[in-house]
């Protein structure tokens, strides 16, 4: 694994390979998604259920893996990190097909930061969109973003302005 450790054709392997796997571990679910399945209740009564995929909770690297996009770029919309205030198109499971379907790979990653030569698992069963299942993950952005980006850089300048270089080192 090693040897292949810089290998882009690797690491496109590696990220198709878990959207398959997930696709086949949740394959099971598929006919209940698409026609209903009578479910004997707790209460006694029987109902019709229909099966969905709910919310998929990730911090920013595997929203990237799971989203299928270049890092740096939103996972639900197509605001790129350098302008996240700007008013953007949200992303859907059709419009990112659109694209691929009539884009080249290059101005996809570039432009819109769409791998677009991996599929998403959400893409083998209906009404399931990867953009619309990513949650959040708000615990780590405000541990991360307020204790370790904010509060840290902070104290950093703090120390900095209020020490001599030496002392501040």
Not at 4 to 13: G, I, L, Q, S
Not at 48 to 70: F, K, S
Not at 74 to 82: E, I, V, Y
Not at 127 to 133: M, T, V
Request: hydrophobic share 40%.
């Amino acid at each position: 694994m090693k040897e292949h450790a810089a290998d882009t054709r690797f690491h496109k392997f590696q990220r198709q390979l878990f959207h398959s796997s997930v696709a086949k571990i949740l394959e099971s679910l598929k006919p209940a998604m698409i026609n209903p399945e009578v479910i004997h209740f707790g209460d006694g009564y029987y109902r019709r259920v229909m099966y969905g995929l709910g919310p998929y909770i990730a911090n920013y690297e595997e929203q990237v893996l799971l989203a299928c996009i270049v890092r740096g770029w939103c996972p639900k919309c197509l605001s790129h990190k350098d302008n996240l205030d700007q008013h953007a198109l949200h992303r859907c499971r059709d419009y990112t097909e659109a694209l691929i379907e009539e884009g080249f790979l290059g101005e996809l990653w570039d432009n819109f930061g769409i791998v677009g030569d991996l599929v998403p698992f959400t893409n083998d069963f209906p009404r399931a969109d990867i953009h619309q299942l990513i949650a959040l993950d708000i615990l780590h952005q405000i541990i991360k973003g307020t204790f370790k980006d904010h509060l840290i850089d902070w104290v950093e300048k703090y120390i900095r302005k209020q020490h001599e270089k030496c002392q501040a080192d």
